[in-house]
């Protein structure tokens, strides 16, 4: 949560400033066909709900206030309050915007430095502060090693240093201590090292080769922000080979990324030079229904974003909606459907296609794209991270039954349970994603993957015979 809300959770009430304890956050956006921006109309609200996590159900109030997130001033703004039904909070909504669910406390000024022996100051190290009312705080250090945060009064807090260790980029713990917040600021000086420090250095840039001083630097899930020059210093422990990635995020709506660059990493460490950001990561693809689709670009090959929806063959074909159960079981010719043949699951979830939709020679996907291999989709699982982990990393945050394990959605990938039609019957939609690869495995089989409610793994399968309805997604050739 706090690598992706906007600021931090500092909310303004009574002409003073309070510290925020989230019961549960969501940001609202909405845009036409063109992308601009929607708002509600004046006079109007929505109805927003929020499932309370069952940690917090105990300590969760029967009426909370209401928080919405004002841009300009970097605070969140009191708006009322919310609700408690059940084991959900709902409120009001008057404008799309993010919206949160808090207790709002008193709190005191944390600041401090983090060094290493010698005196060197540590850039994005992070800092981790445990409170027992609020939870956990984070924040990093900057480029001179300082870091800054307000943590709640008259509290015994577990202050915690972490650093980025290994080629695969874990944190590791480098310092931890016990602070007395009572009524005063804190501040801290502190020393935190790890085995060995061996920088990787750099510049980020746009397409115009002028440095990106809003942008970062990725090794795998870690982040590393650049200064105002664009430069990055990432300090790393093992003296090995590293894959890293450069992002330009000037613009928000239409962030890009640099080629992927390994470098390896010695005892001076290494100099990365110019990681030039001009891939752009989000986009937009149309088919031939007009149907327009977000993508997302995930290592070099670009995904739709969401379910294939198309009733139309590419040379224009019209795809048969074929509804009846003993008439769909005996196809060997291409097909869709809805789930429950119910056209409201169409918006969600994409249409269902049997695998002989995927090959036929008319194409399936718009002009430019196909039906992703086994190859290919073997190809996106490793660059995550491997099938027996990454599931959490392709599906969505919401839309799935619980507990929708490991779910962070990090790629973009957005998958959703979208069910399958198997013998002519529809089941797991909630619980299954299910989209076909253009790949025969056996007569009447072909490769598919399959992501699941309650797992963290991709699963590779032939389980569902070529006459079978799946999701697509279609990959950019």
């Given at each position: 949560m706090f690598d992706q809300m906007p600021g931090e959770l500092l909310g303004g009430l009574n002409d003073t400033l309070r510290l925020l304890r989230s019961f549960g956050m969501a940001s609202i956006e909405l845009r036409d066909a063109n992308m601009n921006e929607l708002q509600?109309?004046?006079?109007?609200?929505?109805?927003?709900?929020?499932?309370?996590?069952?940690?917090?159900?105990?300590?969760?109030?029967?009426?909370?206030?209401?928080?919405?997130?004002?841009?300009?001033?970097?605070i969140w703004m009191h708006e009322g309050t919310a609700q408690r039904q059940s084991n959900q909070y709902v409120g009001q909504a008057s404008h799309f915007s993010w919206w949160n669910c808090d207790i709002p406390k008193y709190f005191n000024?944390?600041?401090?430095?983090?060094?290493?022996?010698?005196?060197?100051?540590?850039?994005?190290?992070q800092v981790k502060v445990v409170s027992p009312t609020l939870g956990t705080g984070i924040t990093y250090t900057n480029a001179e090693g300082v870091f800054t945060g307000r943590v709640p009064k008259n509290q015994l807090l577990?202050?915690?240093?972490?650093?980025?260790?290994?080629t695969i980029n874990d944190w590791a713990l480098a310092h931890s201590e016990t602070l007395n917040s009572q009524t005063q600021a804190l501040s801290s000086s502190i020393t935190a090292s790890l085995d060995g420090r061996y920088p990787i250095t750099g510049t980020v840039v746009n397409c115009q080769n002028q440095p990106v001083a809003s942008g970062y630097v990725k090794?795998?899930?870690?982040?590393?922000?650049?200064?105002?020059?664009?430069?990055?210093?990432?300090?790393?422990?093992?003296?090995?080979?590293?894959?890293?990635?450069?992002?330009?995020?000037?613009?928000?709506?239409?962030?890009?990324?640099?080629?992927?660059?390994?470098?390896?990493?010695?005892?001076?460490?290494?100099?990365?030079?110019?990681?030039?950001?001009?891939l752009n990561i989000f986009g937009t693809v149309t088919d031939i229904d007009g149907n327009i689709y977000p993508t997302v670009l995930i290592?070099?090959?670009?995904?739709?974003?969401?379910?294939?929806?198309?009733?139309?063959?590419?040379?224009?074909?019209?795809i048969?909606?074929?509804?009846?159960?003993?008439?769909?079981?005996?196809?060997?010719?291409?097909?869709?459907?809805?789930?429950?043949?119910?056209?409201?699951?169409?918006?969600?979830?994409?249409?269902?296609?049997?695998?002989?939709?995927?090959?036929?020679?008319?194409?399936?996907?718009?002009?430019?794209?196909?039906v992703p291999s086994d190859g290919e989709w073997t190809n996106l699982t490793d660059f995550l991270g491997g099938a027996s982990v990454v599931g959490g990393k392709m599906k969505s945050i919401t839309g799935w039954n619980a507990p929708n394990t490991e779910a962070t959605n990090e790629s973009g990938f957005s998958g959703?349970?979208?069910?399958?039609?198997?013998?002519?019957?529809?089941?797991?939609?909630?619980?299954?994603?299910?989209?076909?690869?253009?790949?025969?495995?056996?007569?009447?089989?072909?490769?598919?993957?399959n992501l699941n409610y309650n797992g963290f793994v991709v699963n590779r399968a032939n389980s569902y015979g070529m006459r079978s309805g799946l999701s697509v997604r279609c990959l950019m050739d």
């Amino acid at each position: 949560m706090f690598d992706q809300m906007p600021g931090e959770l500092l909310g303004g009430l009574n002409d003073t400033l309070r510290l925020l304890r989230s019961f549960g956050m969501a940001s609202i956006e909405l845009r036409d066909a063109n992308m601009n921006e929607l708002q509600l109309v004046n006079g109007q609200s929505a109805t927003l709900k929020f499932n309370i996590p069952t940690t917090l159900q105990a300590d969760a109030p029967a009426t909370i206030d209401w928080w919405s997130f004002d841009e300009a001033q970097g605070i969140w703004m009191h708006e009322g309050t919310a609700q408690r039904q059940s084991n959900q909070y709902v409120g009001q909504a008057s404008h799309f915007s993010w919206w949160n669910c808090d207790i709002p406390k008193y709190f005191n000024d944390l600041y401090g430095s983090v060094n290493t022996s010698d005196g060197t100051p540590i850039s994005d190290a992070q800092v981790k502060v445990v409170s027992p009312t609020l939870g956990t705080g984070i924040t990093y250090t900057n480029a001179e090693g300082v870091f800054t945060g307000r943590v709640p009064k008259n509290q015994l807090l577990t202050l915690n240093v972490y650093l980025t260790c290994s080629t695969i980029n874990d944190w590791a713990l480098a310092h931890s201590e016990t602070l007395n917040s009572q009524t005063q600021a804190l501040s801290s000086s502190i020393t935190a090292s790890l085995d060995g420090r061996y920088p990787i250095t750099g510049t980020v840039v746009n397409c115009q080769n002028q440095p990106v001083a809003s942008g970062y630097v990725k090794i795998g899930p870690k982040v590393f922000l650049t200064n105002e020059s664009g430069q990055f210093n990432i300090q790393t422990c093992a003296l090995d080979e590293y894959v890293i990635r450069g992002y330009d995020t000037s613009n928000a709506d239409s962030i890009k990324a640099s080629e992927f660059d390994t470098v390896q990493v010695g005892l001076q460490g290494t100099e990365a030079g110019i990681l030039q950001a001009c891939l752009n990561i989000f986009g937009t693809v149309t088919d031939i229904d007009g149907n327009i689709y977000p993508t997302v670009l995930i290592g070099n090959q670009r995904w739709m974003a969401e379910n294939l929806r198309t009733a139309t063959y590419t040379n224009g074909a019209p795809i048969p909606n074929v509804t009846l159960n003993t008439a769909w079981t005996g196809l060997s010719s291409g097909a869709w459907c809805n789930y429950n043949n119910n056209v409201a699951n169409d918006t969600v979830y994409g249409k269902l296609y049997n695998w002989y939709t995927t090959v036929d020679p008319r194409g399936l996907c718009p002009a430019g794209w196909h039906v992703p291999s086994d190859g290919e989709w073997t190809n996106l699982t490793d660059f995550l991270g491997g099938a027996s982990v990454v599931g959490g990393k392709m599906k969505s945050i919401t839309g799935w039954n619980a507990p929708n394990t490991e779910a962070t959605n990090e790629s973009g990938f957005s998958g959703l349970p979208g069910g399958v039609r198997y013998n002519g019957d529809f089941n797991y939609v909630g619980y299954d994603g299910n989209w076909w690869s253009s790949t025969e495995s056996f007569p009447l089989l072909a490769w598919l993957r399959n992501l699941n409610y309650n797992g963290f793994v991709v699963n590779r399968a032939n389980s569902y015979g070529m006459r079978s309805g799946l999701s697509v997604r279609c990959l950019m050739d």
